[in-house]
């Protein structure tokens, strides 16, 4: 939940003053994330002409074709069981903290600073966390993380199929039109191209701007659209729904 109170306060809630919104959120307690990192990935993410591009959107699962050949086998099978939901649940929450290390490790040789004051930020804000978790709740330390990697993996949930490969930018985002928990957890980022077309609408917004406009956005995203999280529970839970490779790739 502190996750996707995360993304709302990325997108401008609830203040003008985006310091006073991260101090509503700040340390995060995910622990594996700095929220700043969070914050500039997440809005590089929000080039629609570049969603799933395997190198220059930074939430794509999707890997350059040319690279998926050169990688070793036991790599290639690991990625094919994320690429369904349950390893997605299950081992995903590892994967995308490996890749993501690693992409902050490029993206510092790069010369890019940010990556140090995300960190720094994030380091020392672990201490009190920590020691709230550990003195004042009594709490194992152990037992905090584990509940803290199952947080990401109840998000992988969410971003299991936000974004396919399409032609067009405006057909790859999805709609699932849940209206149970894991909607609510959400805070109603299912109804994902809602919020990809108004990045700037409140979350208790989005379902009235759906059920309004439904038809138009079905249009715009090619019918790209779910009736529920069980519906995509029973159809990929063992099952990937995309290849590793990208399905486009080289794309003019």
Not at 15 to 42: C, E, G, K, M, W
Not at 51 to 76: H, I, K
Not at 184 to 212: G, Q, S
Request: glycine share 4%; hydrophobic share 45%.
């Amino acid at each position: 939940m502190q996750s996707s109170l995360q993304h709302e306060i990325i997108h401008g809630h609830p203040f003008s003053d985006q310091r006073l919104n991260a101090a509503l959120v700040f340390p995060a307690l995910i622990l594996f994330i700095p929220y700043l990192r969070f914050r500039d990935t997440h809005l590089a993410h929000h080039q629609d002409s570049c969603l799933t591009d395997p190198y220059d959107d930074p939430e794509s699962n999707f890997q350059d074709p040319m690279v998926w050949g050169r990688l070793p086998n036991a790599l290639c099978v690991l990625l094919v069981f994320n690429n369904s939901l349950f390893g997605r649940m299950l081992i995903g929450p590892l994967v995308a903290q490996v890749l993501f290390i690693l992409s902050e490790f490029r993206t510092l040789r790069a010369g890019d600073t940010r990556v140090i004051t995300g960190w720094l930020w994030h380091l020392p804000a672990l201490i009190p966390v920590f020691w709230w978790v550990v003195i004042v709740a009594d709490i194992p330390l152990w037992a905090y993380v584990i509940s803290a990697y199952i947080g990401i993996s109840i998000l992988k949930i969410r971003t299991f199929l936000e974004h396919r490969a399409h032609e067009h930018n405006c057909g790859r985002t999805v709609v699932i039109e849940d209206r149970g928990p894991l909607a609510f957890i959400f805070l109603n980022n299912n109804l994902h191209v809602v919020h990809h077309m108004h990045p700037e609408t409140p979350w208790y917004h989005l379902p009235a701007l759906y059920r309004a406009n439904r038809e138009r956005y079905l249009t715009r995203n090619d019918s790209y659209h779910y009736a529920s999280y069980g519906e995509i529970f029973r159809r990929f839970f063992f099952k990937a729904k995309d290849p590793v490779p990208h399905p486009l790739w080289p794309r003019d």
